[in-house]
């Protein structure tokens, strides 16, 4: 006999028929049996033709980025995509240096993504700065670092942030200047990193008036030389131009 467990209790009504006029109640046990288990056949199962290739370029796009954190940049990444705004993915994939650290921290392919995501804006708001920072799994330590550098309030200058951030992980201020350079550059990787004089000269004198230890005069006599070079250059500054000075 199966367990009570496997029947339902319906009351029902019956008429005998030795005794005819009266009603019986008679309780009838009904088992009830579980659903069957449900067997796919390959022309049930539908794959949205665009999932292969959506995968495809998430797949090469993590192993090009190297996040820290693949789960909580891979929600940054399709919630990009679902948007359609700039996806948190560097260019090329970054080759660690054998002195460099595993932790997570911020390299230059990484603060160009940031810059292609932030620099339409022109003024961010600290806090989505924020946020895309921790989409990339920086730690929030370094930003803060870095935004105590100057007198910033709930808004930034991206060009600044952007210019903060090459300090940071230049050695000088020219090597953090070759640092902007090859972030803002419209050549192809390995080309001359050429920038516009304008720009080259607000970075290094934002840069110069953070150190604090550049006179003033001589910043300007500095920038003086390197436009002599840009104007026979269409107004470009080269790599070459300012990496030989002391």
């Not at 803002?184 to 304008?198: H, N, S």
């Not at 840069?207 to 436009?227: N, R, Y």
């Given at each position: 006999m199966l367990p009570y467990d496997h029947f339902a209790a319906q009351a029902v009504f019956a008429h005998t028929s030795s005794r005819p006029g009266r009603e019986v109640l008679v309780t009838e046990r009904k088992q009830t049996m579980p659903l069957p288990e449900t067997i796919f056949c390959a022309q049930q199962i539908k794959i949205p033709p665009e999932l292969p290739d959506i995968l495809k370029q998430f797949t090469k796009a993590a192993i090009r980025t190297q996040p820290y954190d693949v789960l909580q940049w891979a929600a940054a990444y399709f919630s990009a995509l679902s948007k359609g705004e700039p996806l948190p993915v560097k260019e090329r994939l970054e080759i660690p240096l054998a002195t460099?650290?595993?932790?997570?921290?911020?390299?230059?392919?990484?603060?160009?993504?940031?810059?292609?995501?932030?620099?339409?804006?022109?003024?961010?708001?600290?806090?989505?700065?924020?946020?895309?920072?921790?989409h990339l799994c920086l730690p929030e330590e370094q930003l803060e670092a870095i935004l105590q550098l100057d007198n910033f309030g709930e808004e930034v200058e991206w060009m600044k942030v952007l210019a903060?951030?090459?300090?940071?992980?230049?050695?000088?201020?020219?090597?953090?200047?070759?640092?902007?350079?090859?972030?803002?550059?419209?050549?192809?990787?390995?080309?001359?990193?050429?920038?516009?004089?304008?720009?080259?000269?607000?970075?290094?004198?934002?840069?110069?008036?953070?150190?604090?230890?550049?006179?003033?005069?001589?910043?300007?006599?500095?920038?003086?030389?390197?436009?002599?070079?840009?104007d026979q250059q269409s107004g470009m500054v080269l790599l070459r131009n300012f990496l030989t000075q002391p």
């Open positions: 460099e650290k595993t932790e997570a921290a911020l390299t230059l392919g990484l603060l160009k993504v940031l810059h292609k995501q932030l620099s339409p804006k022109g003024v961010v708001n600290v806090a989505e700065l924020k946020e895309k920072w921790k903060l951030g090459c300090s940071v992980l230049g050695e000088s201020l020219l090597s953090s200047m070759k640092h902007a350079c090859e972030i803002l550059t419209e050549d192809p990787d390995g080309g001359a990193a050429r920038v516009p004089f304008e720009t080259f000269s607000f970075l290094y004198s934002y840069l110069a008036s953070i150190d604090g230890e550049i006179p003033e005069e001589e910043t300007k006599a500095f920038l003086c030389g390197i436009k002599e070079q840009a």
